[in-house]
């Protein structure tokens, strides 16, 4: 099993910047990716962002590219999410999750999930 838990959410105005983290312990895996799903009330779970636990590959939604950066600290199994130019719109619950295999921006395929942090912008 791998335990999953976000930090880093919270208030913050249009324009601003927060950054979650997300700390993996248990059975944690030098293969497979990191990454970062968001729900906002009322609409479907979606990707946000994902690097691999090993390389340098990362992905993005297009509504994120250029504002948010996803990395990672392996030696503290630690992932982050660091989140710039924040828009109203990003108002949802982070949640971050590991998948065992390739990244897949499809929610179903992930297999570990955190608890999800908030994360509310006004405007």
């Known amino acids: 099993q791998v335990q999953l838990v976000e930090s880093g959410g919270g208030l913050m105005q249009a324009g601003g910047s927060l950054r979650l983290s997300c700390a993996a312990s248990g059975r944690t895996f030098s293969s497979g990716a990191m990454g970062w799903f968001r729900q906002a009330p009322g609409k479907e779970r979606e990707f946000v962002a994902a690097i691999r636990w090993t390389g340098i590959n990362t992905y993005y939604t297009g509504s994120v590219q250029g504002r948010f950066t996803i990395s990672r600290d392996n030696a503290k199994n630690t992932v982050y999410l660091q989140m710039n130019s924040l828009k109203p719109e990003d108002t949802a619950v982070y949640y971050c999750?590991?998948?065992?295999?390739?990244?897949?921006?499809?929610?179903?395929?992930?297999?570990?999930w955190g608890q999800g942090t908030r994360v509310t912008v006004s405007s």
């Open positions: 999750a590991a998948i065992r295999t390739y990244y897949s921006n499809y929610p179903g395929s992930w297999d570990y």
